[in-house]
Structures are given as structure tokens and as C-alpha cells.
């Protein structure tokens, strides 16, 4: 059974930094790509970043250049490096791995920006 688990989330200040993991266990082998999403209240959950096992990425505009995504293929693991936060980017954010058959989700971690 694949579990996705996220930490790193947390309340910060406008301009401030957080870094987010997501370690997948339950698998010997690494996911073809994966990623971060978020989901605001009222909002639908929307992609924030991408990698592939190759390590190519794929952001969101809104997040290009202040968010770095990054992986550890032999520990499953992803990251998201935020910095220079901003209130609208308050949200839960969801770890996503894919391999060729199935896609898996985490349970979310929150991401508060506020003053």
C-alpha cells in the first residue's frame, strides 16, 4: 500500500519561506513524476509544480521564480521550496506521485501567509 506523507506546512509571513516534503512509502521504485498541488477554500485544487524522474519541472505561473521543486529519487522523496509567500498563496498543499498505472495523494499540509 503506497502512503504519501507531507510535512513542512505551517502559518508565516508575507515574504517569508517554508519548504515542504512528501516522502512516498510502500513502493520499491521511483513514481514517473511527481508534484504539489494546493487547494484553497472555496478554490479548486490547482498543479503548483511538477517533476519527472528525469527531473524536469513544470510550474505554475503564478509560483515560477519564487517556488523550487526537487526530488530524491532513491528516498521517494519530493520537495517544495517556497519563498517570498504571499496571502494568496494560503492554501493545503497536496502531495501527488504517478507511476503508469495509478496516481496517489497525500492528506494535505496547510500553508498559512498572514501578518
Known amino acids: 500500500q503506497v502512503q504519501l506523507l507531507e510535512s513542512g506546512g505551517g502559518l508565516v509571513q508575507p515574504g517569508g519561506s517554508l519548504r515542504l516534503s512528501c516522502a512516498a512509502s510502500?513502493?520499491?521504485?521511483?513514481?514517473?513524476?511527481m508534484g504539489w498541488y494546493r487547494q484553497a477554500p472555496g478554490k479548486q485544487r490547482e498543479l503548483v509544480a511538477t517533476?519527472?524522474?528525469?527531473?524536469?519541472?513544470n510550474y505554475a505561473d503564478s509560483v515560477k521564480g519564487r517556488f523550487t521543486i526537487s526530488r530524491d529519487n532513491a528516498k521517494n522523496t519530493v520537495y517544495l521550496q517556497m519563498n517570498s509567500l504571499k496571502p494568496e498563496d494560503t492554501a493545503a498543499y497536496y502531495c501527488?506521485?504517478?507511476?503508469?498505472?495509478?496516481?496517489?495523494w497525500g492528506q494535505g499540509t496547510q500553508v498559512t501567509v498572514s501578518s
Open positions: 517533476i519527472t524522474s528525469a527531473y524536469r519541472t
Open positions: 510502500g513502493r520499491s521504485f521511483s513514481f514517473s513524476v
Open positions: 501527488n506521485a504517478n507511476s503508469i498505472s495509478s496516481s496517489y
